[in-house]
Nanobody, 127 residues
């Protein structure tokens, strides 16, 4: 069983940067893809942002964050990162990391395809 713990969230002014971390522990079995999502408010669907293929390190970023956010994986530290630059007020959300992709097609970053989630870390961007 895999456990995920996010950290690094906080409050920042527009134009600033943050780096989120997601420490993974437990089995690597089934850890085909690891991804970052965000949720603007409770009850809203989680929006997929970026994913990485655990086996080879290939990364995928959705257009909404391409060029501003960057996903990376440190195998030695068992940690997934999301570097966020040029932050905007509309980036304010709870950010989650996830793994346990049902199909291994990492380019599809959809909430219902991931089975293991962290508890989330809040990011607030003020104008």
């Amino acid at each position: 069983q895999v456990q995920l713990v996010e950290s690094g969230g906080g409050s920042v002014q527009a134009g600033g940067s943050l780096r989120l971390s997601c420490r993974a522990s437990g089995s690597t079995v089934g850890r085909l893809c690891m991804a970052w999502f965000r949720q603007v408010s409770a009850g809203k669907e989680r929006e997929g942002l970026a994913a990485v293929y655990y086996g080879g390190g290939s990364t995928y970023h959705y257009d909404s964050v391409k060029g501003r956010f960057s996903i990376s994986l440190d195998y030695a530290r068992n940690t997934l990162y999301l570097q966020m630059n040029s932050l905007k007020p509309e980036d304010t959300a709870m950010y989650y990391c996830a793994t346990g992709h049902r199909t291994g097609e990492c380019t599809v970053i959809a909430e219902d395809l991931y089975t293991v989630w962290g508890q989330g870390t809040q990011v607030t961007v003020s104008s």
